[in-house]
């Protein structure tokens, strides 16, 4: 059986799917799995789909569309998983902007309830089960990068990681660096990679391209995370800006790689954004004093203004920039620790 894709979630963009997929009603229900679903509501909040060309298109009642079993487990966000037995018919949700899906089990009064959607079948190509792993990068068992590594890292979502990436990005190019800038944990989309080569970066990879629709209790995430930086490698970078999504603490992962001794070695400057001064202390306490883990420089909320900047600087001993208010600064704190300029 045939049907036509209205949309195509940008969760499957290395598959090149055709707007017209074939399915059947016979399900295995794996993380990646590739499923058409049609929309059986229409939302204002939380209501866009990334599109596998990384546009974001307004999710309509009726749109059938092509996603990717997953979950997640976002602290400001939805909480889902895939579903143990699953059959055409079967009503699930749209978990994030990339067309992950799933079951919820839990939200927030931010963002509201999730898009429900009617499975209409499993993606197949010549009778096989489609899964995003079927187009991936390869893992990797050590770290072949030789070029160093910044790394940042937050307290929690949104506390403005992307942000300082990308502004580390730009400023770095335009001094003459060549960048590659990777996503190494939270729930698969396009738009932090994109924005990431928007600001110069000459190729953006996330745990996307090693066919993860999440990385929501991966259990060996750091041979993902070096999968990536190897092919970021191949690129001839001078350096690789990774952002890991989520928190330092959280489901998904970021601590396994931070733990990891040939990452820490590879990372010569670590960023970590702060959404408050709590926050900052709290990070200080938990990557210096447990982790033996030099932060290099504090960005984030925590520094908006010279409140926030001289606490950080005097009381923590840690040099702060913020990243929208101060982005050549940050990029010459960055730089200094990363290439001792």
Known sequence: MKVQCHKIASVTYRLGLAQEVEISRMIEPRMGTVLVVRALEEK?????????????AHISKGDVFAGALGARAALRGFVGRVPEKLAAGDRIHV????????????GTSEVGHPLLVEVLGMA???GKPINIKDNALPTADHLELKEPVIFV?????????????????????QRGYRVGAAKLTGVACLRD?????????VEGLSFLDCGLPTTSDVPDLPAVAKGILNALSLREVDVVVAEAGDGVIGHYGVRSLIEDSEIRAATRCMVVTANDLVAAWGAQRLLEDEL?????VMAGP?????????????????PAANARTMGEKLAD?????????
Do not use: P
Not at 333 to 341: G, M, S
């Open 44 to 56: 204002r909040v939380y209501d866009v789909l990334e599109l596998a060309s990384g546009r974001q």
């Open 95 to 106: 978990l994030n902007l990339g067309g992950v899906l799933g079951e919820c089990t839990s």
């Open 124 to 126: 197949v190509r010549d």
């Open 153 to 173: 890292a937050g307290t929690c979502m949104n506390s403005g990681k992307t942000r300082a990436a990308v502004e580390i990005i730009f400023h770095l190019t």
């Open 193 to 201: 990679t994109l924005n990431m080569m928007d600001h110069g970066a």
């Open 292 to 296: 033996g883990l030099k932060i290099g």
């Open 302 to 318: 925590a520094t908006d203004n010279e409140v926030g900047v001289h606490y950080v600087e005097e009381q923590l001993k840690i």
């Open 333 to 341: 704190l960055v730089e200094k620790k990363t290439f001792a300029v």
